[in-house]
């Protein structure tokens, strides 16, 4: 899988329109880059680059899809290299502290909004992340629309008479928004196969019609409490449905830890879970009338470690289901969508946007945009040191930071081979960061400092390189 070495990559063929805000634009990302983890204040040492920087994110001239589109381009780029890409679709909190103009209020106070994003990954088993390809944010709903979406589900639910409530989220509302990302990637990735893989909050009669009807391949997530009509028989669920298929084939998966609830997502440990997985063809009803022919498969554990809840997903998708080994690439897919769970820690905890001291919406937008790409390199950096086939640290440091990281390690009795894996320049890099190896894996944060400590040498070095040039040609 083709991935930049340089995070400078990134951010090649950015275009602002406007000389002054170009020079300032990437005058930032060259500090933004050497440190992701640290505060405006720490990286940008002068106040003339502080207060400089501070004006830049609240330019109402500055674009955060203008940041943000070469990341998108060489992420797009990336994917049209396979035949087969997921897009994995999530949502997720952008929390901060005290009162920031244009946000929304949050229930235990402070400001934010909400960031919905696409990251392409690939269709293997390793699950490489390609970069993200589409972001829409939206503010906190108010108070009122939270009580008119409460009532809305509260009457679904008497209506529709389901066993569990209805959780679809309040953050996208209309069908618009959890579409354009999808629509718009449809002309972009032409001649590549697109599975988009979207959580519980897309289980959405509409959503799918339409991706349906535009021929889009999905994987979504959805409620066994539906109501569909099969073939011959009387309107049942889609758990009874279920419980009538065979079980083609059972997995062993990886599951990986959950510190904390997130959304419907119970804490969990890592940990092995053995999956019984079944499938059948159903026709979901909408409460308009509507029918849906879709494929549904499940992905259930029999016997959960006591204290953990037993992994049970029922994926609604345009997929075939034939074969065992097509039941099993459906669950294969939706098990992608970690990929962006883990993303949005890099991004949170790597790059510590929350803790970003931006006073407008506008502002942490910008702000937003240009970690995005920073959060990616983390992620490749970490994703491929997990690989179970070796894969050459070159893939995702250059030449001269393995260079300086092989000196680096030194002070830290790491040995650092000549043609080293990504795994082992991890490793080096979260030693840098003051992470001990038999504490396991290390952390996004303790990764973090590590690469902070690594820009800043291989900037030092490009600073005594370049004197030494000028000197010698004077």
């Known amino acids: 899988m083709n991935r930049p070495a340089g995070i400078e990559a990134e951010y090649e063929g950015l275009s602002l329109g406007d000389a002054r805000l170009q020079r300032r634009a990437l005058a930032?990302?060259?500090?933004v880059i050497s440190g992701p983890a640290?505060?405006?204040?720490?990286?940008l040492p002068t106040s003339a680059e502080l207060e400089g920087a501070y004006r830049f994110f609240q330019n109402d001239a500055v674009s955060a899809s203008d940041l943000l589109n070469p990341h998108l381009q060489a992420s797009l780029a990336r994917a049209r290299q396979d035949r087969t890409v997921r897009i994995v679709h999530d949502t997720t909190a952008m929390s901060f502290g005290g009162s920031r103009d244009g946000c929304g209020t949050l229930g235990g106070g402070g400001s934010g909004f909400w960031a919905q994003m696409a990251l392409a990954v690939s269709a293997g088993e390793e699950r490489v992340p390609l970069g993200v390809v589409g972001l829409e944010t939206m503010v906190y709903p108010t108070l009122e629309e939270k009580k008119k979406d409460f009532q809305n589900r509260l009457r679904r639910f008497r209506r529709e008479?389901?066993?569990?409530?209805?959780?679809?989220?309040?953050?996208?509302?209309?069908?618009e928004k959890w579409s354009t990302i999808p629509l718009r990637l449809r002309d972009a990735l032409k001649g590549v196969r697109v599975i988009h893989v979207m959580d519980r909050e897309a289980d959405n009669f509409e959503l799918?019609?339409?991706?349906?009807?535009?021929?889009?391949?999905?994987?979504?997530?959805?409620?066994s409490a539906r109501s569909v009509g099969c073939a011959g028989q009387e309107e049942v669920r889609v758990e009874n449905a279920l419980a009538k298929a065979e079980i083609v084939l059972r997995r062993r998966v990886r599951l990986t830890a959950r510190p904390k609830q997130i959304g419907d997502h119970p804490q969990r440990q890592e940990r092995d879970a053995t999956?019984?997985?079944?499938?059948?063809?159903?026709?979901?009803?909408?409460?308009?009338?509507?029918?849906?022919s879709l494929n549904v498969v499940e992905a259930f554990e029999r016997r959960p470690p006591s204290d953990e809840e037993p992994i049970n997903w029922v994926l609604f998708t345009t997929e075939p289901i034939d074969t065992a080994e097509q039941v099993g690439a459906v669950v294969d897919h939706y098990r992608a969508r970690w990929r962006i769970e883990e993303y949005f820690k890099a991004l949170k905890t790597g790059c510590s946007i929350e803790k970003r001291q931006l006073t407008t919406y506008?502002?942490?937008?910008?702000?937003?945009?240009?970690?995005i790409p920073v959060a990616w390199h983390l992620m490749a950096l970490r994703t491929a040191a997990h690989q179970e086939e070796p894969t050459p640290a070159a893939s995702v440091l250059t030449p001269l930071q393995l260079t300086i990281l092989r000196a680096l390690a030194i002070e830290r009795q790491v040995d650092l081979s000549n043609s080293p894996t990504a795994r082992e320049a991890m490793l080096a890099l979260a030693a840098l960061g003051g992470h001990l190896k038999r504490n396991g894996d290390p952390g996004w944060l303790t990764l973090a400092r590590g690469y902070e400590r690594l820009r800043y040498a291989e900037s030092i070095w490009l600073l005594a390189r370049d004197s030494t040039e000028r000197r010698d040609q004077s």
């Open 161 to 175: 008479k389901l066993r569990t409530f209805p959780s679809a989220s309040i953050v996208w509302p209309g069908l």
């Open 362 to 371: 506008e502002g942490l937008k910008r702000a937003l945009a240009l970690f």
């Open 275 to 292: 999956l019984s997985l079944r499938a059948a063809r159903v026709t979901l009803k909408s409460t308009a009338g509507g029918r849906l």
């Open 208 to 223: 799918m019609s339409l991706l349906k009807k535009q021929k889009m391949h999905f994987v979504v997530r959805g409620s």
């Open 38 to 43: 640290q505060s405006f204040p720490q990286l």
């Open 28 to 31: 930032i990302v060259e500090r």
